[in-house]
């Protein structure tokens, strides 16, 4: 039976999911805020990594290599449905340390994680090198770095490419894309939900909510959780420089056009997502520490953009036990979690298993009696 969705959020998360339930010949339609929206999405790394998600939360690691598995199979399909090259590349990657403590630290709690289950134990392969044996993923590595850990499983592309792809997929298969319609109350119905906007209202049997640090306001219209604060990210680009085969660091990745994208910060200043000197020099030190050919690279662009973070920064997937055939979707990796969120997580939502099928991501983790039992 063909079933209506209403997406509050035309982001990455809210794409992905919207994809999977068109697939499936649902009918969906797309609310999404303004050009002056926060957008995640648009200001992101572009990495789909899997080493260290998951740390305390095993489930999360889980999710994050079925994701990286699926990865493959869901660019191919989006680029051959587009025509869009996703310039998704999974040649593995490396976190670098920069002391003896750090790589300490990491190795602890990548066993730590290999530890928490069996399925953790066979799959997450990870391996601690130090800077020489590094230099063959990293040609040009400096001296002031220590080492790393590699891991086949993660990769990297081009996040503005994956948004566009998902967008003319969406709408090549009917998607009814609402741009402007910036949702200020959500209201359960007989049969249903409706949305009011700044250009009308909308309807439909089922609502998902993907409006990222929008769904704190509305989450709990619906008795959803609304767990989700800004973090802020800088992030820093170099001109075009010569192609090396690389692999990419959460640091700092060579991306397909050649430039250098560098920045993993995270700051807590609520939602000013402005650019700050002592920041961008921070990062362009550390860049050079890593690479010391950049020394001379000019940079040609720099923006801030804030992380959608939960309390504990795992994912947030729930059903509204008051509305039913309601969702709330919240990620901090919504690139690395494409895959799973276009896939299994759409499927999920269709046949209304998530509070069963991904009970552990929950909001109900954050509430006072969960944190305090
Ligand atoms: C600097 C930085 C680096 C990152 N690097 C990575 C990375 O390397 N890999 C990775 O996996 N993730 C990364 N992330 C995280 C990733 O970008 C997010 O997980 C993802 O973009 C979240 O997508 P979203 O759709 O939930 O939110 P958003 O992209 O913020 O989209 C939310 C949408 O909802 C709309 N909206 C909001 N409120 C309303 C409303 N009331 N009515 C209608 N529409 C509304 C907005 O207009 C927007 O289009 C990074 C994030 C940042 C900031």
Avoid at 212 to 238: D, E, F, H, I, N
């Amino acid at each position: 039976m063909q079933q209506d969705f209403l997406i509050i959020g035309g982001g990455v998360v809210g794409m992905a999911v919207a994809y999977g339930l068109l697939r499936a010949g649902c009918r969906v339609t797309v609310l999404d805020g303004s050009d002056d929206s926060l957008r995640a999405s648009r200001g992101n790394a572009g990495l789909t990594w899997v080493q260290g998600k998951g740390a305390g939360m095993p489930a999360y690691a889980e999710l994050s290599f079925e994701a990286s598995l699926a990865w493959p199979d869901f660019a191919a399909e989006l680029e051959e449905r587009t025509g869009l090259d996703l310039e998704y590349e999974h040649r593995g990657g490396v976190d670098l340390c920069f002391n003896q403590e750090e790589a300490e630290a990491r190795q602890r709690e990548y066993s730590a994680i290999q530890s928490t289950s069996p399925y953790l134990a066979r799959q997450f392969r990870w391996q601690y090198l130090d800077r020489t044996s590094l230099a063959s993923y990293l040609p040009g590595l400096g001296e002031g770095v220590h080492g790393g850990t590699w891991s086949p499983h993660d990769g990297h592309c081009n996040p503005l490419y994956l948004l566009r792809a998902l967008f003319s997929a969406n709408l090549g298969l009917g998607l009814d894309y609402r741009p402007g319609c910036e949702v200020h109350l959500l209201t359960p119905l007989m049969n249903g939900f409706r949305a009011a906007t700044t250009h009308g209202t909308y309807e439909a049997e089922r609502l998902i909510l993907a409006a990222g640090l929008g769904s704190a306001a509305l989450a709990p219209m619906l008795g959803l959780s609304g767990a989700v604060r800004p973090v802020r990210g800088q992030v820093l680009v170099t001109e075009r420089l010569q192609k090396i085969a690389q692999l990419p660091t959460p640091q700092i990745r060579q991306t397909a056009s050649g430039a250098y994208l560098i920045g993993d910060i995270q700051e807590e200043v609520g939602f000013d997502r402005g650019v700050t000197l002592p920041i961008m020099q921070q990062l362009a030190d550390r860049a050079v520490r890593i690479f010391p050919f950049l020394a001379h690279a000019r940079l040609v662009r720099s923006w801030g953009a804030l992380r959608v973070m939960t309390p504990d920064g795992h994912p947030l997937y729930e059903a509204s036990r008051q509305y039913p055939g309601a969702y709330g979707l919240s990620s901090h990796s919504g690139i690395s979690l494409a895959a799973f969120h276009a896939g299994r997580l759409a499927e999920s939502i269709l046949q209304d298993s998530l509070n069963h099928e991904y009970a552990k991501f929950s909001g109900a983790r954050f509430s006072r009696s969960a944190l305090n039992p």
